[in-house]
């Protein structure tokens, strides 16, 4: 039974928003499938692993019958993606399998009962909700999410700490050798709260966001949080744990400063970098007023070295870092 046909873009786009979730050997199969469904003329696409819930839609309303089907996110989105650009294809449900169809090419997926297909329970409650430009979130999480520690047995850490309080709302992260805080104003007054955000949560949402003013919509529910934005929605599961008081970390009353510009700071320890110790990647940075000298060595002896005018009237200071750090950082 014809029960879909639309262009490859179409059905390529929302399926390629859903699909970073899934894993491709789950010990639960179907977890593996995405669920496709068509009410009326739009075609929603839905993947989760369990923690993250991720549900979009066709960007235009398509022909076809109504239906509800699950089959494998990655052998959909591998055949579409082979499939020539502007192609129609065609969908087929018989038996329960899936054929699609693209010009002379012809290929016949497995499917799984939608019924089947497990969707987290969403909270209704709302504790706080607010919005701000998809742009401006995207680069709140630009300036923070390199500081996520990756698999640290500390859970809490492998996150984003957010938090809202007045007009404000705050995004934090560490690994515990750095840490990132950037804030932004919206325009609501918010309940003082916080919630750690998975790194796969956070990882996800980046990629989809877009550099635009278009709105996304962030709802802290019981235990979840929601975006909304455009046709796609992303539920998640908070981590349960908590985060380090970050402002004992950061510290007060500095009276070492020195201005430079980005791209000549960043551009200066890329080259520095070439020789650092592989293994420690330390740099050195000795300031004096008006100048500043980059300094890296490794096992051979071999030495980069990069001289710097900056604007600094301070105390004469050497100090050392991790040069990967720094570069996160300016990147």
Same mark, same amino acid.
């Given at each position: 039974?014809?029960?879909?046909?639309?262009?490859?873009?179409?059905?390529?786009?929302?399926?390629?928003?859903?699909?970073?979730?899934?894993?491709?050997?789950?010990?639960?199969?179907?977890?593996?499938?995405?669920?496709?469904?068509?009410?009326?003329?739009?075609?929603?696409?839905?993947?989760?692993?369990?923690?993250?819930?991720?549900?979009?839609?066709?960007?235009?309303?398509?022909?076809?019958?109504?239906?509800?089907?699950?089959?494998?996110?990655?052998?959909?989105?591998?055949?579409?993606?082979?499939?020539?650009?502007?192609?129609?294809?065609?969908?087929?449900?018989?038996?329960?399998?899936?054929?699609?169809?693209?010009?002379?090419?012809?290929?016949?997926?497995?499917? /799984?009962?939608?019924?089947?297909?497990?969707?987290?329970?969403?909270?209704?409650?709302?504790?706080?909700?607010?919005?701000?430009?998809?742009?401006?979130?995207?680069?709140?999480?630009?300036?923070?999410?390199?500081?996520?520690?990756?698999?640290?047995?500390?859970?809490?850490?492998?996150?984003?700490?957010?938090?809202?309080?007045?007009?404000?709302?705050? /995004?934090?992260?560490?690994?515990?050798?750095?840490?990132?805080?950037?804030?932004?104003?919206?325009?609501?007054?918010?309940?003082?709260?916080?919630?750690?955000?998975?790194?796969?949560?956070? /990882?996800?949402?980046?990629?989809?966001?877009?550099?635009?003013?278009?709105?996304?919509?962030?709802?802290?529910?019981?235990?979840?949080?929601?975006?909304?934005?455009?046709?796609?929605?992303?539920?998640?599961?908070?981590?349960?744990?908590?985060?380090?008081?970050?402002?004992?970390?950061?510290?007060?009353?500095?009276?070492?400063?020195?201005?430079?510009?980005?791209?000549?700071?960043?551009?200066?320890?890329?080259?520095?970098?070439?020789?650092?110790?592989?293994?420690?990647?330390?740099?050195?940075?000795?300031?004096?007023?008006?100048?500043?000298?980059?300094?890296?060595?490794?096992?051979?002896?071999?030495?980069?070295?990069?001289?710097?005018?900056?604007?600094?009237?301070?105390?004469?200071?050497?100090?050392?870092?991790?040069?990967?750090?720094?570069?996160?950082?300016?990147?």
């Amino acid at each position: 039974m014809l029960i879909l046909q639309a262009e490859r873009d179409a059905l390529l786009k929302p399926l390629l928003a859903v699909t970073g979730i899934v894993e491709r050997r789950h010990t639960l199969p179907i977890l593996s499938n995405v669920l496709i469904e068509k009410k009326g003329g739009q075609v929603g696409f839905l993947a989760t692993d369990l923690e993250i819930q991720i549900t979009t839609a066709s960007a235009d309303e398509l022909p076809g019958e109504d239906f509800r089907l699950t089959t494998s996110a990655k052998k959909l989105q591998d055949i579409l993606r082979a499939i020539p650009d502007k192609t129609t294809v065609t969908l087929e449900q018989l038996d329960g399998r899936l054929t699609l169809k693209a010009g002379k090419s012809r290929f016949n997926l497995q499917t /799984l009962p939608a019924e089947d297909f497990p969707l987290l329970s969403v909270g209704s409650a709302s504790e706080s909700s607010f919005s701000l430009s998809q742009r401006e979130l995207k680069r709140l999480i630009s300036q923070v999410q390199f500081a996520m520690a990756v698999q640290d047995i500390r859970y809490y850490l492998n996150g984003l700490l957010m938090q809202t309080d007045g007009n404000q709302v705050k /995004l934090i992260a560490t690994d515990g050798h750095r840490l990132a805080f950037a804030s932004a104003d919206v325009e609501a007054t918010l309940p003082k709260a916080e919630v750690i955000l998975p790194r796969k949560t956070i /990882l996800e949402l980046y990629k989809l966001l877009q550099d635009s003013d278009d709105e996304i919509n962030i709802e802290v529910l019981a235990n979840q949080v929601r975006f909304s934005f455009g046709s796609t929605v992303i539920i998640s599961k908070v981590v349960d744990g908590k985060f380090p008081d970050y402002n004992r970390v950061i510290p007060l009353d500095n009276d070492k400063i020195f201005l430079i510009e980005r791209l000549t700071f960043l551009h200066a320890l890329q080259r520095a970098a070439i020789l650092a110790n592989e293994k420690f990647r330390g740099v050195r940075l000795v300031l004096a007023p008006g100048k500043m000298s980059i300094l890296c060595t490794n096992s051979e002896q071999e030495e980069a070295e990069e001289e710097l005018e900056i604007a600094y009237q301070g105390g004469e200071l050497e100090i050392g870092f991790n040069i990967n750090y720094l570069l996160d950082v300016l990147t």
